[in-house]
Each structure stands twice: as structure tokens, then as C-alpha cells.
């Protein structure tokens, strides 16, 4: 199923086309009256640059007439074989289409509404077939089913006619479109957008992508630039300060002689509080006792980070290089 855009913004015209894959544009004078476009010409050269195919409009009050502005078209420098020339469908509109088909030319008969009006385009030799489902679904007529009884005459008859799938609303259209087995469809930039989205898709990719974070990165490289460090000496009060400005729950205590002392956390400022009273703050940070850190060397893989918070169900590792300080890793950077 051939698959087009339906639009005049230009922006959204170059947005579309970068994906590689499609087949082709169509837009209305309507369209290009809500841009603001005021050489229409203009564009429809501009645009016969970007896209594969274009299909746009020629209008005329007789056969005659259709013919005439789709060859001044041309001579606008279009190439016939990717220039798709729409025709409202009426009697001299499929007399217009048989006459650009005898010249060669390639035709969309459109604004069909009934198998009737896609019987007398098909036979005139149209190389699309047009039905508006949206616009028929708002007048309470079921489109659905007058799509696929033009496709079946189409594949029951022999007819050299794609029926276009037009006037998307939904992406239920698209799904109805598949199923009914259309030959084009033509969908805004909106619903295009939509058609890959799923939110399971999302959940199964995010995690493929934190896993392989897990399994490539090394801690080093994820801890936050900022190393909450202070020395021995540093006032309680002071340390809390700066453990807050890090963003961490933990700051890392060192000897003057830049050895390990200990790692100071939120929940044993907790602990002291309750045990000393305020008292506590006055003291220095160097003054309390530490257990062995929870500790991880920088080059270790985040996966082996993520077994360690696992086991030791803490919040904030400490990351040493050699031995040494360099930083801390939180739960929340396994994420990032």
C-alpha cells in the first residue's frame, strides 16, 4: 500500500520526507489557503523538488479546460511521470480524465462519494480513485463499507485503478485501511506521527536501553561531577550544608591526609539528632565513629552497582579509584 502525506505546510512537508520512505504528496488549494500561500505556482514547484510523487489540483470548468491547466502546469518545469494531476469528479471531470490518461498523463479523480461516481472514474481510465471517509463518516454515511466495495469492483473488474484511502481522522483509518485493502493512503503528518507509538513499545524499549546502560557503562562515568568530599574538621552543621547543595544523601569524610574516614549520611544525622539533641551539630564531622563504607571502584560496571544497592539496600555508594575518594553514585543515576 502506497503511503502519502496529506499537506501544503512546508515544514511539516520536509519533517515527513526525511523518513525515506514516502511515496508521495498530495494537497488541495484549500491547504495552501490556510498556509497564507499566495503563489501557488511557486510552490507546486517547490514542492515537485522535495517529494517523490505530487499530486495536486487542475481545475477548469470543461474537459478542455482541465487539460490546458495541467499542461501549463507542466511547462512550470513538472516531470509527467511524478505529477498527479487531481480532478473533482462530474461528468467533464472523467472527460477530462480520459483526455490527460490519451495525453499520457496521470490522474486522481477525487471528492468521490458514491461507487457510482468511482465506476465512471475507473472507467475513464483513472490512475487513483479518491473516496473521502472522514468527510462521509460526518454526513453519518458508512464510508467503510463504500471503500471496500470500490476496491472489490476494482479487483472484480480488472480495473487499472488504485483506490486512495483520503480525509484520515483517526488512526482506526489507517487500521480500517489495511484491512479493507486500499492501493494509497494519504494521512496528515498528526496521525503519521502516531502510527509507531505504543505505549508497551515504550516501556520494552526503555528498559532495553537501561540494561544495556547497566551492562557498557562504568560508574565513573555516571557519578555526578560534583565530589561531596569534606575534611575531618569540617563543623556538622557545615557538612549538612553541603551535602544538601550536592544533592546527595551522604558526604564523604577524609583524613588530612586525604585517606578514607568514613561516609556521613542523612540517616545518621537522624540518628545523632535523636540520640544527642541539637547539641550534636556543634560537633565536628571527624568526631563520630564510622563503620566500613559502602564502596565501589570507579571502573566496576553500573550492573555491579546495581547488585550492590540491591544487597546492601542503601541509597548512596561511595566510588574510590585505587582506594581513594573520587565521588558517589546514587540509586537515582542508574537511571539517568
Known amino acids: 500500500m502506497e503511503l502519502y502525506l496529506d499537506s501544503a505546510n512546508l515544514k511539516e512537508i520536509e519533517e515527513a520526507f526525511k523518513l525515506g ?61 511524478k505529477t498527479v494531476f487531481k480532478i473533482p469528479v462530474s461528468l467533464e471531470g472523467v472527460r477530462a480524465c480520459k483526455l490527460l490518461r490519451n495525453e499520457g498523463l496521470l490522474v486522481n479523480v477525487h471528492l468521490v462519494y458514491t461507487l457510482q461516481q468511482a465506476y465512471m472514474a475507473m472507467h475513464a481510465g483513472a490512475t487513483y480513485v479518491c473516496p473521502l471517509v472522514g468527510r462521509l463518516q460526518d454526513q453519518g454515511h458508512d464510508a467503510l463499507d463504500l471503500v471496500a466495495q470500490i476496491v472489490d469492483a476494482v ?21 480500517n485501511a489495511i484491512n479493507l485493502g486500499v492501493h494509497t493512503i494519504t494521512v496528515p503528518l498528526k496521525i503519521m506521527k502516531q502510527l509507531t507509538e505504543n505505549h508497551f513499545t515504550t516501556v520494552g524499549t526503555d528498559q532495553f536501553i537501561h540494561d544495556t546502560r547497566l551492562m557498557t557503562v562504568r560508574v565513573k562515568e555516571a557519578i555526578n561531577a560534583v565530589n561531596p568530599i569534606v575534611a575531618a574538621d569540617t563543623n556538622l552543621a557545615d557538612a549538612i550544608v553541603k551535602m544538601t547543595e550536592f544533592g546527595f544523601g551522604a558526604v564523604t569524610i577524609v583524613n588530612a591526609d586525604g585517606s578514607l574516614k568514613g561516609v556521613f549520611t542523612d540517616g545518621d544525622l537522624r ?49 574510590t579509584e585505587n582506594g581513594k575518594p573520587i565521588g558517589m553514585i546514587d540509586i537515582q543515576d542508574l537511571e539517568a
Open 155 to 175: 479487483d472484480h473488474y480488472g480495473y487499472d485503478t488504485k483506490v486512495m484511502f483520503s480525509s484520515v481522522r483517526t488512526m482506526e483509518h489507517i487500521r
Open 271 to 319: 540518628r545523632k539528632i535523636q540520640s544527642e539533641g541539637r547539641d550534636v551539630l556543634s560537633k565536628n564531622v571527624g568526631d563520630f565513629e564510622y563503620g566500613t563504607a559502602v564502596s565501589i571502584e570507579g571502573s566496576a560496571l553500573l550492573n555491579e552497582a546495581a547488585g550492590l544497592f540491591k544487597s546492601t539496600k542503601v541509597d548512596t555508594i561511595l566510588v
Open 21 to 81: 520512505f514516502l511515496n508521495g504528496l498530495t494537497t488541495t488549494p484549500t491547504f495552501m489557503q490556510r498556509e497564507g500561500i499566495t503563489d501557488v505556482d511557486a510552490m507546486i514547484v517547490k514542492l515537485s523538488k522535495i517529494v517523490p510523487v505530487l499530486q495536486i489540483e487542475a481545475l477548469g470548468d470543461t474537459a478542455e479546460d482541465v487539460l490546458a491547466e495541467a499542461k501549463r502546469q507542466l511547462a512550470l518545469g513538472l516531470d509527467p511521470k
